[in-house]
């Protein structure tokens, strides 16, 4: 199974992971500047190309009651760039408390404050791709 990449998008900050050969597990690879008109899409895609990517899922931000404010726009916006600008399949993927999520892992390890500011984003896109990996294959994905 060819590779999946995840993107947690953030206002500040990009966290970027990839899934191994077998489509089994995720690991965070890049944080990336969100700074910029694009959003950091030219370099996640140049990412994808490196990586040799066959799709992407976006991490879609909801609030809790399901339904979507500035951020899961934002990140429907950098959807479409990323399909734009590679040509692959992206697939938003409700990414709800997966940096809370991140972060309990993190502070539960033990980690200094400082170090988890620097892979914190990368860890949600993880956990974001690891959700989207355990569900398995199926026909409309």
Same mark, same amino acid.
């Given at each position: 199974m060819p590779r999946v990449m995840g993107v947690d998008p953030g206002t500040k900050r990009i966290g970027v992971a990839v899934?191994?050969?077998?489509?089994?597990?995720?690991?965070?690879?890049?944080? %990336?500047?969100?700074?910029?008109e694009d959003s950091g899409a030219q370099e996640l895609a140049d990412? &994808?190309?490196? !990586?040799?990517?066959? @799709?992407?899922?976006v991490g879609l931000p909801r609030h809790m009651n399901g339904s979507e404010g500035e951020r899961a726009m934002a990140a429907r916006k950098l959807a479409e760039n990323l399909a734009s600008?590679?040509?692959?399949?992206?697939? %938003?993927?409700?990414?709800?408390?997966?940096?809370?999520?991140?972060e309990r892992m993190?502070? &539960?390890?033990? !980690?200094?404050?400082? @170090?988890?500011?620097r892979i914190i984003d990368q860890q949600a896109a993880q956990w974001i791709l690891q959700s989207y990996l355990d569900q398995g294959p199926s026909p409309a994905r």
């Open positions: 899934s191994d050969e077998l489509g089994m597990l995720a690991r965070g690879v890049a944080t %990336l500047d969100a700074a910029g990412l &994808a190309r490196s !990586m040799d990517v066959e @799709r992407i899922v600008r590679t040509g692959l399949p992206v697939i %938003l993927w409700d990414e709800r408390l997966t940096t809370k999520g991140a993190l502070i &539960a390890a033990d !980690m200094p404050r400082a @170090r988890r500011r």
